[in-house]
Structure formats: structure tokens, C-alpha cells
């Protein structure tokens, strides 16, 4: 009797994983979380609050249209990565990955947009919400 229901257990279990609404996941290849974020001229940013859920990497891409160098900067997750300027009329794609760790709203900024370097004073900054559940995602 016990094996029998061992092996009803174990077939429960497959049919489990295998269905598409199960919040299991396979160990082999963790979910990658795709970010896109564009940069304008006159240092406008599109996509600039992003939802993210904590424990899984994100794959950042940020598309430059501007001549300048910006920074991605998150000091609250200890990241800051340099956004390479676009090259004559060319955009230049800047990918970089990080795992957020922990959840919360976390602010992040241009670090060298307030300092005047691109001939004006101002700032270039969103919100990182790490709010999502990670069983939700697809």
C-alpha cells in the first residue's frame, strides 16, 4: 500500500509541474527579468519607473540617443553602471545585469546629470519597485 501511494504521490507531483497555471519552476534556468530603458535627447527617459520582483537577475538594457554619458545609479541596491553616450547619429546600447535582493521602492539617478557637466543643471531619475511576486511571472 505505501508504494502505491508513493507513486501516486510522485505522478501527482509531474502532472503538478507540468501544468501551465503551477507555480513551480524548474531549478535549471532561472527566470531573467527583461528591462528596457531609453534615453532621449534633452536627457528625457522613457521607462524610467520600473516593477521588478526581488531574488531573480535583471537584464538591463539602456539605449543612449544623447552625447553624453549618464550613470545608472541605485544607491539604495549598491549599484551604478555607466550609460555609454550614443556615437555620431548612432544610438549606443549599454547592458548590464544585478539582482535585486530585497523588496521596497528604490530611487535611482543620473550621478553626473546634477553636476552641470552637460552644459545644464538638472535630474534624470526614476523609481526601481521591487514589488512583484515571482511566482506571478511568466
Not at 58 to 84: A, C, K, Q, W
Not at 86 to 101: D, G, I, L, M, Q
Not at 115 to 138: C, D, E
Request: proline share 9%; with cysteine; glycine share 8%.
Amino acid at each position: 500500500m505505501l508504494k502505491i501511494m508513493v507513486a501516486v504521490g510522485t505522478i501527482l507531483a509531474a502532472a503538478l509541474a507540468a501544468s501551465p497555471g503551477s507555480a513551480m519552476r524548474p531549478s535549471t534556468s532561472p527566470h531573467v527579468q527583461q528591462v528596457n530603458m531609453t534615453i532621449l535627447r534633452g536627457d528625457r527617459v522613457l521607462e524610467g519607473n520600473i516593477a521588478l520582483a526581488p531574488g531573480l537577475p535583471v537584464r538591463m538594457t539602456v539605449t543612449n540617443y544623447t552625447r553624453d554619458s549618464h550613470t545608472f545609479t541605485v544607491p539604495g541596491l549598491n549599484l551604478s553602471e555607466i550609460i555609454l553616450p550614443a556615437h555620431e547619429n548612432a544610438p549606443t546600447r549599454t547592458t548590464f545585469t544585478f539582482t535585486p535582493k530585497t523588496w521596497g521602492s528604490f530611487a535611482w539617478h543620473c550621478a553626473i546629470c546634477p553636476s552641470g557637466i552637460h552644459g545644464k543643471r538638472h535630474a534624470m531619475s526614476g523609481t526601481l519597485y521591487v514589488i512583484v511576486n515571482p511566482s506571478a511571472l511568466p
